[in-house]
């Protein structure tokens, strides 16, 4: 019987091949995931003497399915839209343009107490409902939302409706982070036509 000489070991190869998979190169490197919200950064108002005049819910927004997920969703061209899963919102979009728009509706709005909630806890005086028709993110050249909206007021049933848009430019030169707070500020703009509907409306009853 014939014994096979087993192949010499080439230590040279060995070594270098356990130096490259030690090298943080080959490693799997943990991704930092980033996460933003939509509230704005301008300071609050200081709060109103006495209570408040009527009560003012803005329900959580309805937005298209494309966009309803965690992950940022980028426009890239006029047919393409990327996924981000390294940037992802804090809290469901719909809940974050709600409490984008009351906590502007809030500075907005004299004498209204405004609250943003999944589940409306006691019945108020107007209910703001947002129907976003297009929100888009570009990290170079900003954001732009265009959104129809119902106010309706509880004791008549009245309602008021229309459709807004904002747009802003990114001061950040092609972050996430500016493409976010770009689109705080298209909300600001959409979120200042629903105020003076509502204040008009309220100073017409009174």
Same mark, same amino acid.
């Given at each position: 019987? !014939?014994?096979?000489?087993?192949?010499?070991?080439?230590?040279?190869?060995?070594?270098?091949?356990? #130096? #490259?998979?030690?090298?943080? !190169?080959?490693?799997?490197?943990?991704?930092?995931?980033?996460?933003?919200?939509? *509230? !704005? %950064?301008?300071?609050?108002?200081?709060?109103?003497?006495? *209570?408040?005049?009527?009560?003012?819910?803005? *329900?959580?927004? /309805?937005?298209?399915?494309?966009?309803?997920?965690?992950?940022?969703?980028?426009?890239? /061209?006029?047919?393409?839209?990327?996924?981000?899963?390294?940037? @992802?919102?804090?809290?469901?979009?719909?809940?974050?343009?709600?409490?984008?728009?009351?906590?502007?509706?809030?500075?907005?709005?004299?004498? #209204?107490?405004? &609250?943003? /909630?999944?589940?409306?806890?006691?019945?108020? +005086?107007?209910?703001?409902?947002?129907?976003?028709? +297009?929100?888009?993110?570009?990290?170079?050249?900003?954001?732009?939302?265009?959104?129809?909206?119902?106010?309706?007021?509880? %004791?008549?049933?009245?309602?008021? &409706?229309?459709? /807004?848009?904002?747009?802003?430019?990114?001061?950040?030169?092609?972050?996430?982070?500016?493409?976010?707070?770009?689109?705080?500020?298209? @909300? +600001?703009?959409? !979120?200042?036509?629903?105020?003076? &509907?509502?204040?008009?409306?309220?100073? &017409?009853?009174?």
């Amino acid at each position: 019987m !014939s014994r096979t000489t087993p192949a010499p070991v080439r230590w040279p190869l060995v070594l270098a091949a356990l #130096a #490259a998979l030690a090298s943080p !190169s080959a490693c799997f490197r943990s991704t930092e995931v980033r996460y933003y919200t939509l *509230a !704005s %950064k301008a300071p609050a108002d200081p709060p109103l003497s006495g *209570a408040p005049r009527y009560a003012v819910h803005v *329900a959580p927004a /309805s937005v298209p399915e494309a966009l309803d997920r965690t992950e940022l969703v980028l426009r890239v /061209s006029a047919t393409e839209l990327a996924i981000d899963d390294r940037h @992802l919102w804090a809290e469901p979009l719909r809940t974050g343009i709600a409490r984008a728009v009351a906590e502007r509706l809030a500075r907005q709005l004299d004498g #209204a107490q405004v &609250s943003a /909630s999944e589940q409306q806890a006691t019945p108020g +005086d107007v209910e703001v409902t947002i129907d976003v028709q +297009d929100f888009e993110l570009r990290l170079a050249e900003g954001a732009a939302v265009d959104v129809a909206w119902t106010i309706r007021w509880a %004791k008549d049933g009245r309602i008021r &409706s229309g459709r /807004s848009a904002g747009r802003a430019r990114s001061a950040g030169g092609g972050s996430h982070d500016a493409a976010v707070a770009a689109c705080a500020v298209a @909300l +600001d703009s959409v !979120s200042d036509e629903i105020a003076r &509907s509502v204040r008009l409306e309220y100073l &017409s009853r009174r």
